[in-house]
Every structure is written in structure tokens, then in C-alpha cells.
């Protein structure tokens, strides 16, 4: 089976632009969650979508959305960049259950300057 | 709200010997599931035990085992046997029994296995 995909693996951007970031889940997982992971911050979760409808949502302005497709592709996109955006941005995906492992794609490398 | 605390940030253990990582979380949940990850230094995190609360026999995973303390809010893990790959983050995580897939991670330790 093949694992959680996700691009741009690199990404440079300058303040004030967005960025749409992607996500392919392992084949048959309906779950999709995303988290930005900073050297401050930590992991931080920032949405999940379930069957192309957000299920949970984390603490992050509305700079950030998401949605899934119904093949349960899904992307992330921020708006209006600043610098503190600047993170690694994992995709995990999963059956759904709390119980479930999530496997994690190797995650986006985003640069704001 | 949860939390997740992991009070060591870094640790070493030499090869073959065995290494106990720390994480304490807070909760009103009486259900949830916790979870310990790695993340080796090419950054794909992968699983590498997890907890039911309701259960009270620990969790095994090979060299990789759990003492899970519920009421005590405790979850560490225990490396036997450690190996130089197994050099890398670790992240302990909570999940509340019906909340999807909404992790809440702890800040990580980051484990150093020395040869």
C-alpha cells in the first residue's frame, strides 16, 4: 500500500502571498488531519476532514483552511503569509476512529520571507 | 482542553541499554487512547505504541513497552534493548475517545542512542 503523499515537499513564499498545500491519504482512509509542526510551538493540529466535511478544528486563524475532495485528496491553504507561518505542515491520515493509527506523509517544508 | 507534558527534552542511553521517556497529560475524559510516536530525523512519524484508557494491562510492542499509571495521569515509555535506530523524537500523544483524529501532542523528547 502506499503511504501518505504529500506537495510540495520544499516550499518559498514571501509575506503577504498564499499557498495551497496537498495531501494524498493512504488508499481507503477517510480521514484526513493536519498539524504544523514549529520549533517553538510544537505539533500543533489545525483541521480534520472526514468524508469531505471539516470534522474538527484546532485554534488558528481563519488565514488557514482546508477542504477534501471525494476521492479524500485533501489541501490546506494559507492566506496572506507571515512569517510565523513558516513550519513543517503534516498530513495524517486514518479510518477515522480516535483509536486509529494516523500515518503521516513525510510533511511540507514552508519558508516565509 | 487536554495537555501533554514530556519533561525531558533530551535524553541518552548508551546501545543494548534500556531508557524510560516521561509524559504526564491532564484530562477530564474518562475514555481516550494515548499514544507514543517517533520521529527519526528524515521526519516521517510513524506509530509506536498506544494505550487504550479502559484497559489496564500495558501496552507491548517488542523492545517498546508502556506504564501506563491512569490515575496518576502518567504514560511512559519504556526503550529495552535500545538501538541506534531507534535515535530520534519522541512524541507522546492524547486522543479523546469520539473526538476523530485531533491529537494533542507533547513538546517531545528528543532521544540520542550512542554506540
Known amino acids: 500500500k502506499a503511504g501518505v503523499t504529500q506537495t510540495p515537499r520544499y516550499l518559498i513564499k514571501t509575506r503577504g502571498q498564499q499557498v495551497t498545500l496537498s495531501c494524498s491519504p493512504i488508499?481507503?482512509?477517510?480521514?484526513v488531519s493536519w498539524y504544523q509542526q514549529t520549533p517553538g510551538q510544537g505539533l500543533q493540529f489545525l483541521f480534520e476532514y472526514f468524508s469531505e466535511t471539516q470534522r474538527n478544528k484546532g485554534n488558528f486563524p481563519g488565514r488557514f483552511s482546508g477542504r477534501q475532495f471525494s476521492n479524500s485528496r485533501s489541501e490546506m491553504n494559507v492566506s496572506t503569509l507571515e512569517l510565523g507561518d513558516s513550519a513543517l505542515y503534516l498530513c495524517a491520515s486514518s479510518g477515522g476512529f480516535s483509536y486509529n493509527e494516523q500515518f503521516f506523509g513525510p510533511g511540507t517544508r514552508l519558508t516565509v520571507l | 482542553a487536554q495537555t501533554v507534558t514530556q519533561s525531558q527534552p533530551e535524553m541518552s542511553v548508551q546501545e543494548a541499554e534500556t531508557v524510560t521517556l516521561s509524559c504526564t497529560y491532564d484530562t477530564s475524559e474518562n475514555n481516550y487512547y494515548l499514544f507514543w510516536y517517533k520521529q527519526p530525523p528524515s521526519r516521517q512519524m510513524i506509530l509506536v505504541i498506544r494505550?487504550?484508557?479502559?484497559?489496564?494491562q500495558n501496552a507491548t510492542e517488542n523492545r517498546f513497552s508502556v506504564n501506563f499509571q491512569k490515575a496518576a495521569k502518567s504514560f511512559s515509555l519504556k526503550i529495552s534493548d535500545s538501538q541506534l535506530g531507534d535515535t530520534a523524537m519522541y512524541f507522546c500523544a492524547f486522543i479523546p475517545n469520539n473526538a476523530g483524529n485531533m491529537l494533542t501532542f507533547g513538546g517531545g523528547t528528543r532521544l540520542m542512542v550512542k554506540p
Open positions: 494505550q487504550e484508557a479502559y484497559k489496564q
Open positions: 488508499s481507503g482512509h477517510r480521514s
